[in-house]
């Protein structure tokens, strides 16, 4: 059973920036796939990143050039970087194992962290 722990939320105004974490257990952490989605207060929860094991990346048009998702198999722990933060970024965001489908739905995933809170202020 894998297990996701993600840390590095908070308030930042608008314009900054913040790292988020996510750590994983299970021993095949090198082979997943795993991605970053988000919900804000009253929205469906949304894909944002997805870094895939040999390496690629993908990205919701709302985050390219400012996100960057990253991944240190060493440390079984996969990151977020958010820079250029907007108050429309505001959010739970989760970690969550992709395996299979189409990874832009949330479905796509059955593994999920608790989730932590990201607020951007204007």
């Known amino acids: 059973q894998v297990q996701l722990v993600e840390s590095g939320g908070g308030l930042v105004q608008a314009g900054g920036s913040l790292r988020l974490s996510c750590a994983a257990s299970?021993?095949?952490?090198?082979?997943?796939?795993m991605g970053w989605l988000r919900q804000a207060s009253g929205k469906e929860r949304e894909f944002v990143s997805i870094t895939w094991s040999g390496g690629n990346t993908a990205y919701a048009d709302s985050v390219k050039g400012r996100f960057t998702i990253s991944r240190d198999n060493a440390k079984n722990t996969v990151y977020l970087q958010m820079n250029s933060l907007k108050p429309e970024d505001t959010a739970v965001y989760y970690c969550?194992?992709?395996?299979?489908?189409?990874?832009?739905?949330?479905?796509?995933?059955?593994?999920w962290g608790q989730g932590t809170q990201v607020t951007v202020s204007s």
């Open positions: 969550a194992a992709y395996y299979s489908g189409n990874y832009y739905l949330p479905r796509s995933y059955d593994h």
């Open positions: 299970g021993r095949t952490f090198s082979g997943s796939h």
